[in-house]
Each structure stands twice: as structure tokens, then as C-alpha cells.
């Protein structure tokens, strides 16, 4: 019995172990992508002159568009094809996974191929009468072809919780991707004939370019570790036939809950997109040109910044899956709870002062990326709210996908759909350009709320626990939060918060104090160690904090 109970603490401590090392290797992978995604915004903001808020918004709208089709093509692969190797190599079956990968990459490089062509030929219609629209569109169908292979290779390392790979070609895959951009950008209206719907047209292909990039590497990354797979195929212990029908069936029933549960967010952006506009017109009166500039404001801008924080649950969620779904198919229901409350705390100890920083330094944040403009300033403090529940969904959603409860996941998904939908016209009419976000806040806390009471019933996860400690970091994040807005406030008197270089002074200045301020109390109350495990003791003892 005694043997037993240090297998199962062994077995809970390797599982941690597990999590918060993938999570720092996607964590790292996914918030390095994002601040590429959001630097190259820089010169490229530049270099669109005049045109930048037009390029902007018909940059955002063409990826909102792409963003559904990259969803259906491929968005469920990497979580369903993880879910299914975890659960077969649970089982001992390691050749039935590698059944399962291979016939997975034939099956979704013919979706991406139809996915493609549906983009190209629906292009005039999805343009919604705008004609500029149309080679943008056409541009980004062309990733579709190579994406599919990219993400059910992700999907094989992450299902063997091989976290690494996925994090490296993410990070090659948008370092290739933005390189290509800012240089057809700067070619195109520095050098060229300044189209800027020819560079937003080369900018969008990028995607084509980096998905490339990160595949070849991935690739290689699978060639290097194929004699170690061979070893381990040879004890696998198959006792279980899957046909292949069977094995493809297995990905479409696991990719379709992924699909629409991955797409939740890109749904509740493509509302706005197409409501916005028309609601804003029915309502008040102004012009078009203007409404694009408002759009580009909080659906480009302010959430281009709010994504970097919000990738921190996607890299979780990816780092949480394969572990719960091996966990539950053993059985192991003590092991599921542990690692439900584990997950939930991991995330929020990052997230609650990462939203909370980004909203005390969102003035010279602003500036330094786009510019002075007092309602982006406004918008991006919303979003940072906003953020927070982005990030919550995703985690939580993730978790009742890792415990095959999709159904479950999909009908409480759609209760927030239904709210977002109800709120979004009084929203847009009470608060006017602010309507769309706090209907989408509305709609995500709705369901935040039902999915955290559905994982209390049914899996009882320490929920007092995670409250007590969530309060800590909340009021810590607080604390954090005044201290940053002072230090803001304070340089602003000093420094010119209006210019970009001085505003990128008082963001590093701000930062530092924001983290030693955080840092110094989530160690001092051993929050840290908590949440973290027993080496966070090492960093305190090092810092000499008792």
C-alpha cells in the first residue's frame, strides 16, 4: 500500500513536472512568436504612411476570414491527433500511434488542398463588396496547402508531451514569416509604387512563407528522432486492431470538437466584423473611413498587443491536453483533479499580472507601436480586461476536450456565442465603439462561468484552494499594477510620453519594477513554490528572500 501510494505521488509530481516544462517551452515558443507578431508592426506602420489605419484594417478583416478556414482545415489536428497518441501510448499501442500519424498526414493534406480551393473560389463573396479584399484573400489561400502537414506534426510531438519541437518551429515559422513581410513591405512603398493593397497582398502571402519554414523544420526534427521512434514501436504491445477507417474516424470525432472550440474566438471577432459597421451606422452617424480607423483600433491594434498574454493559455492548454487525456484514460481520477487545479493556478499566476501590466503601461505602449491616440490608449485598458477572460476560455475549454467531454465543451461554448450575440447591438448603442468588447467579455464570462462549475461537479478539483490562491495573485497583481501606473505616470513628467523612443524608456523602466514588485511577493508568501514546485526555493534563496 505504502508502495503504491509513492508510485502515485511519483506518477503526480512527474505529471507536474511535465506541465511546467512544456508549458515554459510553449510558453516561451508562443509569447516569442507573438512579440514578433507585434513588433514587425513598427516599420511596417511606417512604411504604410498614410494609408496604415486602411492597410491595417484590411489586413485584420482578410485574416479574420483566414483565420476560420485555418480552423477547419487544421486548428483541430495538433489537440485531437496529441489526445489520441497520449491515449494509445498509454495503452502500450505505439505503433497504432504511428498508424495514426501517418495516415492523419495523408488525410489532412487533402483538406488543406479542398480548403485552399474553397478560399480561392469564394474569395468575391467572403470580400463582402470589397474588391480589395479579393487578392488579399486569394493570397492567404495558399498557406492552407502547406499548413495541414505542420499541424499534424505538431500534434505527434505534442501527443508524446515532446513540447520542444512544436515551440522552436512556431518561433522559425513567424520570424521567416515577418522578415518576409517587413521586406515586400518596404520594397513595395519605399522602393515600389506605393499600392498599399499590394503590400498587404505580400504581407498576407507571408503566411505561405513561414508555414513552409516551420514545416521543413519540423520535418527534420522528426527524421532525427525516427530511430528512437523504431526502438519504442518495437515494444508496443498490439493488442489492439484499429482499422484505418477507424484510426481516420477516431481523428475526425476528436478534430471536430477542436475545430469549433479552437474557432470560439475568431467566431466572436468575425461578429463584430460583420455587425460592426452596419450597427454603428444604424446608430450614430458616421463616416465609413472613420469606422475603419475605430475597427483597426481594438480588432488589429489593441488585440495584436492583448494576443501576446493570450497566448500564454494557448501554450497551456496544448501542454495540459495529451497529460489529461493519458490521465483519464488510466483512470487516474485523483491525478485528472490534481491536474485540473494544477493548470488552472500555473495559468493564472502568469496571466492575472501579465493583463494587469499591460493595462498600467498602455499609454506609452500604444505610442510606441502605433502612435498617440487617446482611444486607443482607452480600448487597449479594455482589452487587457477582456484578455484575461480570452485566456480563461481557452484553458478551460482545453481542459474538458483533454477529458473527452466535447459535447459538453461545444454546448456551453455556444451559451457565450448566444450572450455575445444579445449584447452586441444595446452594447454598441450604450457604449458606443466600446460595445463590441464588452459584449465579447459578456459572452466569454458566461461561458467561463458554466465551464468552471461543470469541472467542479464532475471531476471535484480543489476549487477553494485555487479560489484562496487566485485572490493572492489578484491582489498582488493589484499592488503590481499601482506601482506600474505611478512609475508611469511619474516618467511621463520627465519623459515625452507622446514620441516612440521615450515611450519604449518608460515601458523597460516600468517592467522592471512591475516584475521585481510581483516577483518579490508571490516568493515572499511562497506562492511561488505553491504553484511552481520546490525549485522556486532555489531562486528565492539566491535573491536572499526569506
Request: glycine fraction near 8%.
Given at each position: 500500500?505504502?508502495?503504491?501510494?509513492?508510485?502515485?505521488?511519483?506518477?503526480?509530481?512527474?505529471?507536474?513536472?511535465k506541465?511546467?516544462?512544456?508549458?515554459?517551452?510553449?510558453?516561451?515558443?508562443?509569447?516569442?512568436?507573438r512579440?514578433?507578431g507585434?513588433?514587425?508592426?513598427?516599420?511596417?506602420w511606417i512604411?504604410?504612411?498614410?494609408y496604415?489605419?486602411?492597410?491595417?484594417?484590411?489586413?485584420?478583416?482578410g485574416?479574420?476570414i483566414?483565420?476560420?478556414?485555418?480552423?477547419?482545415?487544421?486548428?483541430?489536428?495538433?489537440?485531437?491527433?496529441?489526445?489520441?497518441i497520449?491515449?494509445?501510448?498509454?495503452?502500450?499501442?505505439?505503433k497504432?500511434?504511428?498508424?495514426?500519424?501517418?495516415?492523419?498526414?495523408?488525410?489532412?493534406?487533402?483538406?488543406?488542398?479542398?480548403?485552399?480551393?474553397?478560399?480561392?473560389?469564394?474569395?468575391?463573396v467572403?470580400?463582402?463588396?470589397?474588391?480589395?479584399?479579393?487578392?488579399?484573400?486569394?493570397?492567404?489561400?495558399?498557406?492552407?496547402?502547406?499548413?495541414?502537414?505542420?499541424?499534424?506534426m505538431r500534434?505527434?510531438?505534442?501527443?508524446?508531451?515532446?513540447?520542444?519541437?512544436?515551440?522552436?518551429?512556431?518561433?522559425?515559422?513567424?520570424?521567416v514569416?515577418?522578415?518576409?513581410?517587413?521586406?515586400?513591405?518596404?520594397?513595395?512603398?519605399?522602393?515600389?509604387?506605393?499600392?498599399?493593397?499590394?503590400?498587404?497582398?505580400?504581407?498576407t502571402?507571408?503566411?505561405?512563407?513561414?508555414?513552409?519554414?516551420?514545416?521543413?523544420?519540423?520535418?527534420?526534427?522528426?527524421?532525427?528522432?525516427?530511430?528512437?521512434?523504431?526502438?519504442?514501436?518495437?515494444?508496443?504491445?498490439n493488442?489492439?486492431?484499429?482499422?484505418?477507417?477507424?484510426?481516420?474516424?477516431?481523428?475526425?470525432?476528436?478534430?471536430?470538437?477542436?475545430?469549433?472550440?479552437?474557432?470560439?474566438?475568431?467566431?466572436?471577432?468575425?461578429?463584430?466584423q460583420?455587425?460592426?459597421?452596419?450597427?454603428?451606422?444604424?446608430l450614430?452617424?458616421?463616416t465609413?473611413?472613420?469606422?475603419?480607423?475605430?475597427?483597426?483600433?481594438?480588432?488589429?491594434?489593441?488585440?495584436?498587443?492583448i494576443?501576446?498574454i493570450v497566448?500564454?493559455?494557448?501554450?497551456?492548454?496544448?501542454?495540459?491536453?495529451?497529460?489529461?487525456?493519458?490521465?483519464?484514460?488510466?483512470?487516474?481520477?485523483?491525478?485528472?483533479?490534481?491536474?485540473?487545479?494544477?493548470?488552472?493556478?500555473?495559468?493564472?499566476?502568469?496571466?492575472?499580472?501579465?493583463?494587469?501590466?499591460?493595462?498600467?503601461?498602455?499609454?506609452?505602449?500604444?505610442?510606441m507601436?502605433?502612435?498617440?491616440?487617446?482611444?486607443?490608449?482607452?480600448?487597449?485598458?479594455?482589452?487587457?480586461?477582456?484578455?484575461?477572460?480570452?485566456?480563461?476560455?481557452?484553458?478551460?475549454?482545453?481542459?474538458?476536450?483533454?477529458?473527452?467531454?466535447?459535447?459538453?465543451?461545444?454546448?456551453?461554448m455556444?451559451?457565450?456565442v448566444?450572450?455575445?450575440?444579445?449584447?452586441?447591438?444595446?452594447?454598441?448603442?450604450?457604449?458606443?465603439?466600446?460595445?463590441?468588447?464588452?459584449?465579447?467579455?459578456?459572452?466569454?464570462g458566461i461561458?467561463?462561468?458554466?465551464?468552471?462549475?461543470?469541472?467542479?461537479?464532475?471531476?471535484?478539483?480543489?476549487?477553494?484552494?485555487?479560489?484562496?490562491?487566485?485572490?493572492?495573485?489578484?491582489?498582488?497583481?493589484?499592488?503590481?499594477y499601482?506601482?506600474v501606473?505611478?512609475?508611469?505616470?511619474?516618467?511621463?513628467?520627465?519623459?515625452?510620453?507622446?514620441?516612440?523612443?521615450?515611450?519604449?524608456v518608460?515601458?523597460?523602466i516600468?517592467?522592471?519594477?512591475g516584475?521585481?514588485?510581483?516577483?518579490?511577493?508571490?516568493l515572499?508568501?511562497h506562492?511561488?513554490?505553491?504553484?511552481?514546485?520546490?525549485?522556486?526555493?532555489?531562486?528565492?534563496t539566491?535573491?536572499?528572500i526569506?
Amino acid at each position: 500500500m505504502d508502495e503504491q501510494r509513492r508510485s502515485r505521488r511519483r506518477g503526480e509530481r512527474s505529471a507536474h513536472e511535465k506541465m511546467i516544462r512544456g508549458s515554459a517551452w510553449m510558453t516561451a515558443g508562443s509569447v516569442m512568436s507573438r512579440i514578433l507578431g507585434a513588433v514587425y508592426i513598427l516599420p511596417w506602420w511606417i512604411w504604410m504612411g498614410k494609408y496604415a489605419y486602411e492597410a491595417n484594417a484590411l489586413f485584420t478583416k482578410g485574416y479574420q476570414i483566414y483565420s476560420i478556414f485555418i480552423i477547419i482545415s487544421t486548428a483541430g489536428i495538433p489537440g485531437a491527433v496529441s489526445k489520441q497518441i497520449a491515449r494509445y501510448d498509454a495503452m502500450g499501442e505505439y505503433k497504432t500511434s504511428m498508424r495514426l500519424f501517418w495516415h492523419g498526414m495523408l488525410a489532412t493534406s487533402m483538406m488543406g488542398i479542398v480548403s485552399a480551393s474553397l478560399m480561392w473560389l469564394f474569395a468575391p463573396v467572403l470580400a463582402a463588396g470589397d474588391a480589395d479584399m479579393i487578392p488579399v484573400i486569394h493570397s492567404l489561400s495558399a498557406a492552407l496547402v502547406v499548413i495541414p502537414l505542420l499541424s499534424i506534426m505538431r500534434g505527434f510531438f505534442q501527443g508524446h508531451s515532446e513540447m520542444a519541437p512544436s515551440a522552436i518551429s512556431q518561433f522559425v515559422e513567424q520570424l521567416v514569416r515577418v522578415g518576409y513581410m517587413l521586406a515586400t513591405a518596404f520594397a513595395i512603398m519605399r522602393m515600389g509604387n506605393g499600392n498599399y493593397v499590394h503590400a498587404v497582398t505580400q504581407s498576407t502571402f507571408a503566411a505561405f512563407i513561414g508555414a513552409v519554414a516551420g514545416a521543413a523544420l519540423l520535418w527534420l526534427l522528426f527524421l532525427k528522432r525516427l530511430p528512437a521512434i523504431r526502438r519504442r514501436n518495437a515494444q508496443s504491445k498490439n493488442e489492439v486492431h484499429v482499422s484505418v477507417n477507424q484510426l481516420l474516424m477516431d481523428i475526425v470525432r476528436q478534430a471536430v470538437p477542436f475545430i469549433i472550440m479552437d474557432s470560439a474566438i475568431t467566431w466572436y471577432y468575425l461578429i463584430d466584423q460583420y455587425t460592426f459597421f452596419k450597427g454603428m451606422h444604424s446608430l450614430y452617424s458616421v463616416t465609413t473611413k472613420q469606422l475603419n480607423v475605430y475597427y483597426a483600433t481594438y480588432a488589429g491594434n489593441a488585440n495584436k498587443l492583448i494576443m501576446i498574454i493570450v497566448s500564454l493559455a494557448t501554450a497551456m492548454s496544448v501542454t495540459a491536453i495529451p497529460l489529461l487525456s493519458g490521465a483519464i484514460t488510466r483512470g487516474d481520477r485523483k491525478a485528472v483533479s490534481q491536474q485540473i487545479g494544477n493548470v488552472l493556478q500555473l495559468f493564472l499566476i502568469v496571466m492575472l499580472p501579465a493583463s494587469f501590466g499591460m493595462a498600467a503601461i498602455a499609454h506609452p505602449l500604444y505610442v510606441m507601436f502605433y502612435g498617440y491616440n487617446e482611444l486607443g490608449f482607452k480600448m487597449l485598458q479594455v482589452s487587457c480586461v477582456l484578455a484575461v477572460f480570452l485566456g480563461l476560455f481557452t484553458i478551460l475549454a482545453a481542459l474538458l476536450q483533454g477529458l473527452f467531454r466535447n459535447r459538453l465543451a461545444i454546448k456551453l461554448m455556444l451559451w457565450g456565442v448566444a450572450g455575445k450575440l444579445l449584447c452586441q447591438l444595446p452594447f454598441m448603442f450604450l457604449f458606443n465603439v466600446y460595445g463590441p468588447m464588452l459584449s465579447t467579455l459578456v459572452g466569454m464570462g458566461i461561458s467561463c462561468w458554466l465551464m468552471l462549475r461543470a469541472l467542479r461537479r464532475e471531476f471535484h478539483f480543489k476549487a477553494r484552494q485555487t479560489a484562496r490562491r487566485v485572490l493572492g495573485m489578484l491582489f498582488f497583481s493589484v499592488v503590481m499594477y499601482a506601482f506600474v501606473r505611478t512609475a508611469v505616470l511619474l516618467l511621463s513628467m520627465v519623459l515625452n510620453p507622446y514620441i516612440k523612443v521615450t515611450s519604449a524608456v518608460i515601458i523597460v523602466i516600468a517592467l522592471v519594477i512591475g516584475v521585481a514588485v510581483y516577483g518579490y511577493l508571490v516568493l515572499k508568501t511562497h506562492l511561488a513554490d505553491m504553484i511552481l514546485g520546490s525549485r522556486v526555493a532555489g531562486i528565492r534563496t539566491r535573491l536572499h528572500i526569506k
